[in-house]
């Protein structure tokens, strides 16, 4: 007689998330969710913050033409080999400036007064100036630069501020029509190939295919997550192109784009959603090369994945912030996004008698920031997002009040409290703002099981949050 011993597998609930949800302890069964955070879709250009023209430390418009103006009388003349601003700039007296310009040159400051009669000029490059006492405007012009701007040229204030940054910094705002889901084992790329090599041109972005019959390229652009880290396991170098969320070019190096070493970490750059790659005397593919997340697994894995497109257009058009459980169909929607110019403004009080902020009337319906010192969860196109205090107390940018909920807004050119001419302003510039309530759509339940071993799945949208089961210990 044989006695049998009968076991109980325990499971337990397990949660990943970050920019790729990743983990390697799971069982193969259905994942209980699968959630692909939603994020407004913004180009800061670089830069921390938005800016309206003339919010940021440039002071020059950034309005040019051909020609220079005279340093004895400030009068413009004709010039073959530069160009000045078509306008003045308005300047404080007695007051610190920086004249920044890279790439060569040298930027004539010319002062006028308040009848714009010319005072004086000055030679700068690179260095700060103070304006005569009785100084209203500058006018700019340059020597040996050449006759077609090139984007770098600053008069800065604070004088503190040393380097170039645009008159106006607009970003604006875009959402989501749907969610692409991608899911894999370790080795990221599908391991489809072809024949030949991929040449890449630097000046005009455009990255073709040639003939080789010594060298493989892959077939399929590679999905990636910006500013991740990876790891190539090859038996050569591979020549990468990084390329942005439409396909584009990202970093041109050469013609052959980016050196990727044989068995070593690479990072993708800011913004990368894609590479694509070719290879050196590989002449057919003999399963030798992964691409490994997470970069601290140097083997060879064969690829399993899966990509899983979501669309939610016909049931809740773009969205611009929110939740999505691929497995449950939930998409929970929690921003939206509205035109400041369509509001109706009234004017507010701010610490200064007889200088105003705006108050969106009637209100919308906002989630309010948690303090008069907190900053609430929006995000602007023309105006970074400061706290309630900081409008009060004229710091420009975008907030909310605490009580009622409305949107407020402090910019200092608008601080004579003229309804109608800030209303115009506003006309373009959008707000993706916090619902006070957010709206549930229903979707269709997809089921996802987990791969045996590394399991990567990451979203377009943004971050992601997976939860599974596995055995336990």
Request: proline letters at 5%; glycine letters at 8%; charged letters at 15%.
């Amino acid at each position: 007689m044989f006695n049998f011993i009968k076991t109980t597998v325990r499971y337990v609930i397990k949660t990943a998330s970050g920019s790729i949800a990743s983990f390697s302890d799971g069982v193969d069964m259905p994942i209980i969710s699968l959630k692909a955070h939603i994020e407004p879709v913004q180009d800061l250009h670089g830069y921390e913050n938005p800016w309206p023209a003339g919010g940021g430390s440039n002071r020059w418009d950034e309005e040019w033409e051909v020609g220079i103006y005279n340093a004895t009388t400030g009068q413009p003349e004709s010039s073959s080999g530069n160009i000045r601003g078509k306008n003045p700039i308005s300047v404080a007296a007695s007051t610190a400036y920086y004249a920044s310009i890279s790439g060569g040159g040298t930027i004539r400051i010319l002062y006028y007064d308040s009848a714009d009669t010319f005072i004086s000029s000055e030679m700068k490059q690179n260095a700060a100036f103070t304006t005569p006492s009785n100084a209203a405007f500058v006018r700019i012009s340059t020597i040996n630069y050449g006759l077609t701007y090139n984007n770098n040229i600053a008069i800065n204030y604070p004088s503190t501020v040393t380097t170039y940054s645009p008159y106006s910094n607009e970003c604006p705002i875009t959402g989501h029509t749907g969610a692409t889901v991608e899911r894999t084992g370790a080795n990221i790329w599908d391991e489809e190939w072809e024949s030949g090599q991929y040449n890449g041109n630097p000046n005009t972005g455009v990255i073709t295919k040639a003939v080789d019959n010594t060298r493989i390229r892959s077939k399929n652009d590679i999905p990636v997550k910006e500013n991740t880290t990876y790891y190539v396991f090859a038996p050569q170098p591979l020549f990468a192109y990084f390329l942005d969320k439409d396909k584009n070019w990202m970093n041109r190096v050469g013609s052959n784009g980016t050196t990727l070493a044989k068995n070593a970490s690479f990072t993708t750059p800011e913004g990368c959603a894609y590479i694509k790659f070719f290879t050196v005397n590989t002449a057919a593919y003999d399963k030798n090369i992964s691409i490994n997340y997470p970069s601290t697994d140097h083997e060879y894995h064969a690829y399993q994945g899966e990509t899983i497109p979501v669309s939610w257009e016909s049931e809740a058009g773009t969205v611009y912030g929110g939740e999505l459980d691929v497995v449950s169909g939930k998409l929970t929607v929690d921003m939206a996004i509205v035109d400041l110019g369509a509001l109706t403004w009234t004017r507010g009080s701010t610490n200064v008698s007889g200088e105003y902020r705006f108050m969106a009337n009637p209100p919308i319906p906002t989630v309010p920031a948690q303090s008069g010192n907190s900053v609430p969860n929006m995000v602007c196109s023309h105006y970074r997002t400061v706290s309630p205090n900081a409008t009060y107390t004229q710091t420009q940018g975008v907030s909310n009040n605490l009580t009622l909920s409305q949107i407020t807004l402090f910019d200092p050119v608008y601080k004579s409290g003229d309804v109608t001419a800030f209303k115009t302003a506003m006309s373009g510039v959008q707000l993706c703002y916090e619902l006070a309530e957010p709206i549930e759509y229903t979707l269709t339940p997809q089921e996802v099981r987990t791969f045996l071993g590394q399991n990567n799945l990451w979203s377009d949208t943004g971050n992601t949050e997976v939860t599974y089961l596995s055995k336990e210990e």
